[in-house]
């Protein structure tokens, strides 16, 4: 039986987050930017400490509620019960204020520890105690965001984050201007303090059927929110572990000015991908727990949403990775410069993050906990002992090696686990797609180190506008046009990149491999950039090569030799496109 495919509904729970993130881009922009003029890289640096202090303590503290809580109101809301759901959000808010006051008391009664582990001393202890205030505002916000998500109401968690984002801004500038490093702490309670007002203004909005919940019901929604949430809060452990580990390798192993520099790094490697995850994480998470128990349907649906992760994700970390050097001036300052390299390192382990990320959600939904552990801490033990190993070999840049070289490990993990798990395998459209990006990437990437700066910037220029191309190409076959904004679809038509007819396929009604293969074929203009795209690749690794093997001679007395290699590389290309291969 032919499934509907649910693309047109990625793509609209998509637009409306991603609208959101793009906005609350521009607002870190500001922020970031801000930031580190007022406080350079040691500034930053101590921020960056003092986030990874909070964002232990709330994953410690924080039991998983927020991932575990939308798991168990989307699973309410799909019974149909409103008793149920008024009894799960209730017990869900008491549980998260509960949480929020122990979580705040904890790091109270850990401040000087804390402060001797993270500098060397407790001169910080007051500083650290203070930060308990924004662990209390986050963790109650993250259960009335759970709430919010679980309900499907992706609206208002696109209004709730902007404004949270907004307000924080306005209130945190002013804070540091005047008070600079002693201000930092504070800002960071004020940005919590203002998700938390936006949270629960938008949470109270949501009415539930009120009922007596007696103590015993109370236990049994508590028991399932806190055991479930127990392997979420495991898994956040330790990747908010591991995060701040390799920044305190990164502290002894090469010094405070370099923590700052891996602090920007990370926050612009993860600025875009972050962006594209959550704004389809929002409505795919709680979509898919209302079908885990059914494995090909939960196996097609993370199928499409892989397929649209690597699409939207892979032109946007090709332009990070060509325009590395932008990306840093535009959100830093000059001092940042040295964290170009390690940003490009970053971009290699977030695209294998896109692959990998829908993929581990089949684990979370299938409440498989054990194996949820066990898949973090295998990689957190990877990602530890490699940033061990790479920083001392390599420097500062040896954090991003050891980012990579983690994910390239978590991808083969999480595949074998959910090829057991469910049957899951990916599919055709998925792998093309995979192999196509991951190559422009590998060529990109490359560029940067075998050509002249100029030449690779050419080379990376015309890979992002080949593969934003593609992207466009394969959602036009994925979608009909008729469900695509006027505007946007004139000034696509306007550039080529769509027909002028409406396509015959509806995203609304069941359609056939069949028939979106033909789809495919008719379009000529994507057969031709697949060729492109590969004859592009084909050309700079022969330019990669070319250079490499002349770069040790005069340019001018290399010159014929070059000529002859492209004259030769140029006769062969032309006979195998003649011979149709």
Known sequence: MTKKHTYGQILKSSALIGGSSMLNIIIGIIRTKAMAMLLGPSGVGLMGLYGSITDLTISVAGMGINSSGVRQIAEAVGSDDTERIARTA???????????????????????????????????ATAVALLSIAVFFNLVSAGQGALIQGMRRISDLAKMSVLGALFGTLISIPTVYFLREEGVVISLVLVAAMTFLTSWWYSRKIQTQMHTVSASQVGQEATA?????????????????????????VVRKVGFDAAGLYQSAWALGGLYIGFILQAMGADFYP??????????ECNRVV??????SMLLAGPGIIATLTFAPLVVALFYTPKFE??????????????????????????VVKNV???????????????LGLAWVCVSSFGLKGAGIAFFGSYVFHVFMIYAIVRRLS??????????????????????????YALPFLLAMGA???????????????????ISLDRIPRPVLKSLQWLRLAPSGYSELNDLEPISKTAISDSVVKNKLFADIKWSILAFMVCALFSMWIYWYDRGADWSAGLDSIESKLEIFLSIFHIKINNGI
């Open 225 to 249: 929110l806190l055991k479930l949430g127990f392997a979420f809060m495991v898994s956040g452990l330790l990747m908010t572990g591991a995060a701040y580990a390799v920044r305190l390798i």
């Open 460 to 478: 990376g220029t015309l890979a992002v506008l080949l593969s934003g191309v593609y992207s466009i190409q394969v959602f036009l076959n994925l």
């Open 287 to 296: 979509r898919l727990a209302a079908i885990a128990k059914d494995n090909p």
């Open 369 to 383: 906990q054990n194996l949820l552990i066990f898949s973090e801490l295998a990689w957190t033990v990877v990602y």
């Open 90 to 124: 209730a017990v869900l808010r008491r549980i998260s204020i509960l949480l929020g006051v122990l979580g705040a008391v904890f790091l109270i009664g850990f401040s000087g520890p804390l402060s001797k582990l993270t500098f060397g001393n407790d001169q910080h």
């Open 338 to 363: 040295g964290a170009v390299e390690i940003l490009r390192w970053l971009c290699l382990g977030m695209i294998l993050r896109v692959i990998s990320w829908p993929m581990g959600f089949i684990i």
């Open 423 to 448: 049957g899951f395998r990916c599919s055709t459209a998925n792998l093309q797609t995979s192999f196509l990006f991951l190559g422009l990437i590998a060529v990109v990437f490359c560029g940067f």
């Open 303 to 308: 199928n499409e949403q892989a397929h649209v």
